[in-house]
Structures are given as C-alpha cells and as structure tokens.
C-alpha cells in the first residue's frame, strides 16, 4: 500500500538511503536470545519473568483447511496516522503538527472465534519527535510530553481502534500492564524496546487455558494467562495494535520470530471454518464514499451522525469534534478556566495547551492527507454543509475519480427509528442523573447511621466508664473506712474482722463488667438498585435533543444563515439524497427557517452607512446648539433675577431709611409742640396753630419727601411693567405642538428651557432609537428582515453608537420597560417582537424630538 506512505512523505526515492527496517527487522536469532533452552532460563531469571512450568502445551497437527489470503491491515481498519510501509510489514506514525501526541491504532484483517493462535509485534525504534510550541495564552499550565507507548492484544470488529478503552477490546501496554475497558492492571514488566512481543489468544474450549490471552517476551512468558472478559466471548476477536512515537514490525507469521516454549501456530494459520478474513478492495471495486450530511443547526446534527458511525463503522468521520476526541483518547486534557462562550459542536474547544492543535494545524494535515487513503468518509461541518461555496471548495478536495461525492439531506420530521433514538438517549441520560440522585441519597443515609452507630457506642462506653469510677471511688472509701476501724480496733488492743462488719460489706459483683465492649458493626443494610425511570409526556413529544452546546456558535450562525441552501447534483455530486423528506418539502422548510431566523439573529457583520453617519452628525450639531441655547437662557434669566433682587434690596433699603427719617421729624414735631404748649401755658395762653400752618412748616423742613414718594410710585410702575414681560408666563400652558420655534416660544425663552439632566437623556434616546430603527432598514439591505429584534436592541445601539444601552442606567428592569419610556417615538411590535419608529426619516426638523420630550415632562 505505497498511498500513505507516500502522503506520509516517507517513501525513498532512487539514490537516497533506505530505512534500515525496510526490508523488515534483522534476523532474531542474530541475538542468540532463543538459541538454547539453557540461554532462555538464565534469561528468564534474570528478566523476572514467570518460571514455572509453561500451562500451555503443544497444539496438535490440524489438517482442516487454512484461510485463504494475507493476514495484513486493512486503510479502513487503521487511524488516519497510521502509515504502513510498502515492504516489512512496519507501521510508523505521522508525527507532525501536533500528532506526535495523538495515538495510533490499528486491527488486523482477519478474526478468529475458534482454537489458539499467536501473532508477534516488535517496537524497530522511538520516533524522537519535538514538542510542539505551547499555545500563546496557556500561560504556566503543565503541558503533556508526546512520549512514546504502545498496547497489543485483540478486539472485536466494531470496537474502537484505541485498544483497551472499552469492553470490545484487550490489550498488554508497554509497562506489561493489562487494559481493558479504561482499567490497567499490572501483572508483568517493561517490555523494552527490540523486544518480539507474543500474544497468545486461547479460544480452544477443551484446552485448560480455554478463553485466556498471554503475554511473551523473546518468547518467555511474561505473566500468567489472563482469563478473557465476558464480553469477548463467543465473538471472532482481531489482533490490534495501538502506538503513539514508535515504528513497529508485526508478524502474522507463518514462521515466527520468538520461538515459544510450545508449539503454537501463527495467526496466518487459521482455521478457515472458525475464521473470518477481510480482503482488500480488488481492481476495479467501487469508489470509496464521501458523505456531506446536510442539516438544520440543533436539529439532530450530530445525533444522527453518532447513529450513522455506529450502524456503518467502516466510515472515519472527519470534524472538529473528532480530533477532540481522538485527543482525549490519547490522553491529553483539556486547560482549566479557558472555556470559551463560542464554543459549539462545529467547533468544540481544543484548549489543550498545544498550539498546533489549537490552531488548526493538526487539521489541515488530516484534511491534506485523507484523499489519499482509500476510505469512507463522513465529512461533518453543519456551516460548511449548508454553504454553497464552502461545499464548493471541500468538493475540490475530492477527486471525482477516486471518491463517490454523496449529499444526504435529513431536515423536516424525521422517522420513528431516529425518535426512538432520541427518546433512548434520553431515558439514558435521564436514568444516569437519577442514579447519581440516588446513589447520593443513599450514601448521606449509610453515613447517618454510621454517625447514629458511633454517638450510642460513645454513650454506651461513657456509662461504663462512670460507673467504673463510682465502683471504684465506692471501694476506695471502704477500704479507708477498714482501716479507720483497725486502728481504732489495735488501739482498744482488739482485733477487727471486715468480713463481720456489717456496714461494710464487699460490693456485689456488677454485672455489666461482664458483658461485652459495644462495637461498631458494618452496615449489611442490602443494596438497593436505583429505581428506573421513565419519560413524562412533555418528553415524550421531544423530536431533537438539547446539546450544552449549539451546533454552531452565535457569530458563526449570524454570518452564515441567509447563505444556506439545499445541494444540487450540479455542484458536482454524484448522487443527492433526502432521507426525512423530499426535495421541495427540505427547500420550503429551509426557506421558512431562515426567514425566521432573520428576524431573531442578529446581523454581525452589519456596519452603520452613510447616511446615518450624516444625521448622527446633523443631530449632535443641532443638539449641542440647544445645550449652548438653554445655557444662554438660563444665564439671561439669571442676570435679570438678580437685577430684581438688587432692585429689591435698594428699594426696601430706601424705603427703611425714609421710614426712620419720617419717625425722627414726628418725634421733633412732637417735641416741639410740647414745648409750644409748656411755654404758652406758663404764659397763660393758649395756642391756635392751625393744621394748615403746621402742614406748610413740616413741607418746608422736608421738602424732598413728597419727590421721592413719587419717584417710588413711577419705580414701582416699570417693576410691574418688567414682570409682566417674563417670558415665564403662561410657559405652562404652552400648547407644546403650536411653537413655530422651538428655540424661541416667546421673549426669547426654548421650549426646552426647564429640561433637566434626565429630560436631555431621554430626549437623545428617543433620537437615538428612531434613527436605529430606520437606519438599520436601510443599511442591512434585505427586505425580509422587518426590523431590530428587541433582544437584539442592545448589541445593535453598541455596533451604531459605541456605547452600551444598559436599561437599568434608565431605572427600569427591562427593555421592553425601557422602551415604554420612549413609546412616542418606538413601539415593540406584537409580531416578530422588533422595534418600529413612529416618526418617519425625512423629518425636515428636530424639533419634534424637543415638543414630544417636554410634553412627557409636563407629565
């Protein structure tokens, strides 16, 4: 098979030096490894390895027939990085842009299901590969080394090519450890590089070994024979091989390259009845596939593709999401705290601290390099696939002479056997949360009574432990009680008997002291299975899942939508296909799909036009020019209050001093009139001034008083004649749609003289939405889109404004409120839920904006 070698660019041209494993390994016995059974003892001591007697005896002759062609590998049975060379049977992985951290597997072309065969791997040499550089932003995250490793051992035919990870496979790793079904078990040594490893599947079911698979090194047993899963049982079992870093000889034999210590024959040497091998494709075979699923994004995408790989695994999917995974079966991990909100099922996140993986460099070399396989292949990008230009440049990619470029169409309702799919991976889900539910409930329940256990064994032990200090304090007393009465006794010189005493008595025996401790008993409460469940009807009526991801990112959807289209077999396929509907019924419901979509994505790449560029500029001139006004306004009205207030000041200043000035004359008036009356009255006469005299003397002494009471009476007049001049009144009962002039209503004053901070604010939002609103008409070019969707509202105000729109700045709790503000200028309509001006865009004045405003005011 010289194709992947060639686009793996390790073939050897004319003139240059051959890979020394070219022509296969060197002659095994050149090492003198399994010359003498003497040689393979001291061998096996000195290695470690099992010595006792070998449980597997010699295979009888077998004359039944033989299968029929090469055991070998098969393109279709290897990962994409798996390169086999055109001589030796050698693997050697690709080791580029980032895939010298991605494993590779492969499964052999023939299956057994009967008897005891061998086959044997041996590691020629580790690739010494480079890291690749770090991504830009992984910062001092510990990145993953590309070390190499390999497993060896069998599956079955629909198992994954990454050996050991499920339960269709087995396999011995490097480390002599056994995998199965993501568990490794140590049971044996390193097996080193040049080793021939052997592995030894027994499926003789009269043998005493029956359904085991062993391990050989150099042809020494490494461990005993392992006892084959259930699950592998009664299945026609392949040998596979996984590797990451090595290049790697296999041999299916006849004739093999370790001896065992037993006659055991080679894979090649199967028994045809109970074997089962695939044959390359012969000369002239149909075209491998090319498939382009065609579907509407979060209808079903990728549950349909995982139900497609599953029904037909001799397809390779080629996505993003399929480099992902094959990285993380490889063993690399995702960084923490770098999820993206982007992320989407198109575009999964590769944030795995490797750059070319990030990057996209691993897939251009896999895209490159796939042409060249001979495979089946399922090319998954929901964008790409609904694109005609994007189809257009990946159909380019594929030869029509090599490939059968196929469009399957599934949209529309889709048929029974994918709802019950659907459902089923629903209950599964559903049953796994509940099992966790309740495997949780349980484990609080064990440890309450676990806690319950150890509170009465503490209580049961404290009583003890009283009640041996009360004994003993008890006898303590009696025994100094004895004593006391010896003494007393001797000094009587009498002798004193305790046991006669009857007031000290020994104590009665207790009879807890002999039972037993309390202990702590494990809980043999019975395990229960966790309770299945079952879909309620609002389930039930689920036609596709909800993945946590969509399958294309908001950007990506909003940029691409209104390109999607139906494919057509003048794009060059070979065959388009409508699985769930015909062909007009997917174009009608495409149709209709993106027109709603059109009214609930917003545009992302839309940028403001001209002519909104030269009324946004129209209205921040005329809107700084009413600030100026309103300021110069205030400022006049200012200057002329002040004026009246030191007008005021003087006038009652005056009037004080006229009023003291009055009070002094009445005083001396009086006083002289007094002295008048005293001095008539010593004279015995009385005084007959008349008023009128008295009148005339007081106008002579103060002749200035009646002037300036006129002159207070003329100033009095002109401050009337003023107030009756503000332009202030009667500003209140404006009729606000009948200024002819909103910077002048009347003595100079704006209509928008009293705005405060929050009038201008709304005032400018008002502006603000209504040239949105017809701007946007005007700039997205397309006329099915009736206007900006009200959850789009404030991406669209920062894209035109640069400046967020934050409804709660206004005080309100939602947009919707914060368009009920500006209800005379905007409106949400009831259908379609999008924003519609109620002033139209050839307003040849503002000043609407300024009357609306100062009506809501007033209000």
């Not at 009845?273 to 090319?290: D, M, Y």
């Amino acid at each position: 098979d010289a194709r992947p070698v060639a686009a793996g660019g390790r073939s050897h041209s004319a003139g240059r030096p051959r890979h020394p494993c070219a022509d296969g390994p060197p002659p095994h016995g050149s090492r003198g490894a399994m010359a003498e059974p003497a040689a393979k003892k001291a061998k096996t001591e000195e290695a470690g390895e099992v010595a006792a007697e070998e449980p597997e005896e010699d295979a009888p002759d077998d004359t039944a027939p033989k299968i029929k062609g090469e055991v070998g590998f098969l393109v279709e049975d290897t990962t994409m990085n798996a390169m086999r060379a055109t001589q030796g049977n050698i693997f050697m992985p690709l080791t580029d842009a980032g895939l010298q951290y991605f494993l590779a597997g492969a499964r052999a072309s023939c299956g057994v299901k009967a008897g005891r065969y061998a086959f044997e791997v041996r590691t020629l040499e580790i690739v010494n590969s480079v890291d690749a550089p770090p991504a830009k932003d992984a910062g001092k995250a510990k990145l993953p080394q590309p070390r190499s490793y390999m497993r060896v051992g069998v599956s079955t035919a629909n198992s994954s090519l990454f050996i050991g990870d499920d339960e269709e496979s087995i396999a011995f790793d490097t480390s002599g450890g056994l995998c199965y079904n993501g568990t490794r078990t140590a049971c044996g040594k390193m097996l080193g590089l040049q080793a021939v490893v052997t592995i030894v599947l027994n499926l003789d079911a009269l043998s005493p070994n029956a359904y085991t698979i062993s391990l050989f090194r150099d042809g020494v047993r490494v461990c005993e024979p392992k006892k084959l899963p259930e699950s592998l049982i009664g299945k026609m079992l392949y040998p596979a091989l996984t590797f990451r870093n090595l290049t790697v000889h296999y041999n299916f034999g006849p004739t093999p390259l370790a001896p065992l210590p037993f006659k055991c024959r080679m894979w090649q040497e199967a028994n045809a009845n109970f074997a089962e091998l695939k044959s390359p494709p012969a000369k002239g075979a149909k075209q491998p596939e090319v498939l382009f699923p065609v579907c509407v994004p979060d209808e079903g995408t990728y549950d349909w593709l995982d139900g497609f790989l599953k029904e037909n695994p001799q397809y390779t999917e080629l996505s993003d999401r399929a480099i992902v995974h094959w990285a993380e079966r490889s063993g690399l991990e995702r960084l923490k705290g770098r999820e993206s909100k982007g992320a989407s099922n198109d575009k999964p996140e590769a944030h795995f601290g490797v750059a070319p993986i990030e990057d996209g460099s691993i897939r251009k070399v896999l895209m490159s390099l796939a042409p060249f396989q001979r495979r089946n292949y399922v090319v998954m990008s929901v964008r790409d696939n609904l694109v005609p230009e994007a189809r257009a440049a990946e159909l380019a990619r594929w030869p029509a002479k090599r490939f059968k470029r196929v469009a399957a169409v599934m949209m529309c309702d889709p048929p029974p056997e994918f709802r019950r799919m659907v459902h089923s991976s629903l209950l599964h889900e559903k049953q796994v949360k509940s099992d966790q539910a309740f495997r949780v409930q349980k484990a609080a329940e064990k440890k309450q009574r676990e806690i319950e256990k150890r509170l009465k064994k503490a209580e049961s032990d404290k009583r003890r432990v009283l009640k041996k200090q009360k004994r003993a304090a008890e006898e303590a007393r009696r025994k100094i009680a004895i004593d006391k009465k010896r003494h007393e006794a001797e000094a009587r010189g009498e002798e004193y008997d305790p046991d006669k005493d009857e007031e000290l008595k020994p104590l009665e025996p207790d009879k807890d002291d002999d039972e037993p401790m309390l202990e702590l008993e494990d809980d043999d409460a019975p395990e229960e299975d966790p309770p299945p469940v079952t879909l309620d009807d609002e389930e039930k009526k689920v036609i596709f899942r909800k993945f946590p991801t969509p399958d294309l990112s908001s950007y990506a959807l909003a940029t691409s939508f209104t390109k999607f289209s139906i494919p057509t077999a003048a794009e060059g396929f070979a065959h388009v296909r409508f699985d769930w509907a015909d062909q007009d019924k997917c174009k009608g419901y495409l149709t209709a799909w993106v027109q709603e979509k059109k009214n609930t994505t917003r545009v992302e790449d839309l940028q403001p036009g001209e002519w909104f560029t030269n009324r946004w500029k129209e209205w921040q001139k005329t809107l700084t020019a009413w600030h100026k006004k309103q300021v110069q306004f205030k400022a006049a009205m200012a200057a002329r209050d002040a004026l009246r207030a030191k007008k005021a000041a003087a006038a009652k200043a005056k009037a004080a001093k006229a009023k003291v000035e009055a009070e002094r004359r009445a005083a001396a008036k009086a006083a002289e009139e007094e002295r008048r009356a005293r001095e008539a009255e010593a004279r015995g006469e009385v005084p007959e001034a008349a008023e009128g005299e008295a009148a005339e003397e007081d106008a002579k002494a103060d002749p200035g008083t009646n002037g300036d009471a006129a002159q207070e009476g003329k100033e009095a007049d002109e401050e009337a004649e003023e107030e009756e001049a503000s332009p202030d009144d009667g500003f209140d009962k404006l009729d606000v749609y009948g200024a002819s002039d909103v910077l002048d209503v009347g003595g100079g004053m704006p209509l928008f003289a009293r705005f405060a901070f929050e009038d201008w604010t709304l005032l400018s939002l008002r502006f603000e939405l209504t040239l949105l609103a017809h701007a946007f008409g005007r700039d997205v070019g397309d006329p099915d889109r009736s206007g900006v969707h009200i959850d789009h509202l404030p991406f669209y105000y920062q894209k035109y404004y640069k400046k967020a729109l934050n409804h709660k700045f206004y005080g309100v709790e939602t947009m919707q409120d914060l368009l009920g503000l500006t209800k005379d200028t905007v409106v949400i309509t009831r259908k379609g839920k999008v924003v519609e001006p109620q002033l139209p865009d050839d307003m040849e004045s503002l000043g609407i904006f300024v009357m609306l405003t100062e009506e809501a005011r007033r209000d």
